[in-house]
């Protein structure tokens, strides 16, 4: 089978590189994703189960001439869905058209399901309900140009939400994205990890999660790919049996986070609670200037506020000068330094010469992963 594993905007090449390591050999780059082909199904739960990059991966189960509304309520027909929808399942369809003479997506999407609907009630009598919050049966349509795609989305959730994120602050990290900055930050696992405005604390758990070798999905327990015809317990078991064996318990004393905030230091707890990590990961409350970590980091990384108003910038500025120290003064040499920002004005005050630069979209803005050798 061929899949589409989707992820977020400039993260395709980083995505292709950890599919080809899950030892994927047919892989193409495209448009927030990377098509992987000629896979058999238990690529499916590998990659659900282990991708830190991902956020969904779509099994294609049609692709169609699409060029109106007809055409796509016949493609969406030509599909068995007995096979994919079992009865008392409730549905929802993702859509992203662009076709001029598709109304909107939301209008495409109307039609597939007019479609399912209109196919199962001829066949069996019943119907699936819709619940577009959370729905048993996710399907994805895909119109661009004339080519339309309905795939079944064998992640449901999307599958940066791991299961640890309890409690959030103001700005949190997505899971992913983390998992790219570290991914791009070629960390290891085996470093002394600081990160001194740590929020939510994503950036450690997913670093811990890493050193750990804890499969990205080793938290969730419900997985759509199971309705699928294809499914077999046996495959599936054997994946998680064999990514769950290779877990490791990691020692005390290589992970530290601190912030300024309570509000933020006790998010932060809760989650490294909820990702069994707080015994693993030290937090403090403490604003950076004032912050000794308890053994000295040779893997710094961090993304403080970058605000979006005029007023917050003299406050900010200060904030990333005493960032620039705390990497030059209380890191263990050599070591790495990583800053996170979406202002390259705020990046200047650091006050040390970047030695690279990885651009990398945050939410529509785009950010820079600011990378320091400490000497
Ligand atoms: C963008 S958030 C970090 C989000 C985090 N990566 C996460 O996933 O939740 C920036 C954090 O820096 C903290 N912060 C701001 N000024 C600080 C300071 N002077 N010292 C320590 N932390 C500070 C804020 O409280 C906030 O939690």
């Not at 969406?76 to 076709?99: E, F, M």
Request: aromatic share 8%; hydrophobic share 40%.
């Amino acid at each position: 089978m061929d899949l589409f594993v989707t992820c977020g905007k400039m993260i395709e090449p980083l995505l292709a590189d950890e599919l080809a390591q899950l030892g994927f050999k047919q892989i193409i780059i495209g448009f927030r994703g990377v098509h992987v082909k000629g896979v058999p199904p238990e690529a499916i739960y590998r990659i659900n189960y282990l991708s830190r990059l991902a956020e969904r991966v779509l099994l294609p189960l049609k692709r169609f001439l699409c060029y109106d509304e007809r055409s796509l309520y016949e493609g969406a027909n030509k599909i068995d869905w007995l096979a994919y929808i079992p009865k008392g399942k409730s549905i929802a369809i993702d859509a992203n058209v662009s076709h001029p003479r598709l109304r909107n997506s939301l209008f495409a999407a109307q039609l597939v399901k007019d479609a399912i609907c209109d196919q199962l009630r001829k066949r069996v009598g019943w119907r699936p309900d819709v619940n577009v919050k959370s729905p048993d049966v996710q399907l994805n349509l895909y119109v661009s140009e004339k080519a339309g795609v309905i795939s079944f989305d064998t992640s449901g959730k999307p599958l940066h939400k791991r299961g640890y994120r309890q409690e959030t602050v103001e700005a949190p990290m997505q899971e992913t994205l983390a998992a790219a900055l570290l991914t791009l930050a070629r960390f290891q696992g085996n470093e002394i990890v600081c990160d001194p405005c740590c929020g939510s604390g994503t950036l450690l758990i997913e670093a811990a999660l890493m050193a750990s070798k804890t499969p990205a999905g080793f938290l969730r327990s419900s997985w759509p790919f199971m309705l699928l015809p294809e499914y077999s317990q046996e495959q599936w078991l054997k994946v998680k049996v064999e990514a769950d064996s290779a877990r490791m318990i990691l020692p005390k004393g290589q992970f530290f986070g601190a912030d300024i905030s309570k509000q933020a230091v006790h998010a932060c707890k809760v989650n490294l609670r909820a990702a069994g990590l707080h015994q693993t990961v030290e937090v403090m409350q403490h604003e950076v200037s004032a912050y000794e970590p308890p053994i000295p980091p040779n893997f710094v990384i961090t993304n403080p506020p970058y605000g979006k108003r005029m007023e917050d910038f003299g406050h900010l500025v200060s904030l990333y000068r005493t960032l620039g120290d705390f990497m030059k003064r209380k890191t263990a040499k050599p070591a790495r330094g990583f800053i996170f920002t979406g202002s390259p004005d705020l990046a200047k005050e650091v006050g040390l010469a970047a030695s690279r630069r990885h651009v990398i979209d945050n939410g529509g803005i785009e950010a820079r992963l600011l990378e320091f050798d400490l000497y």
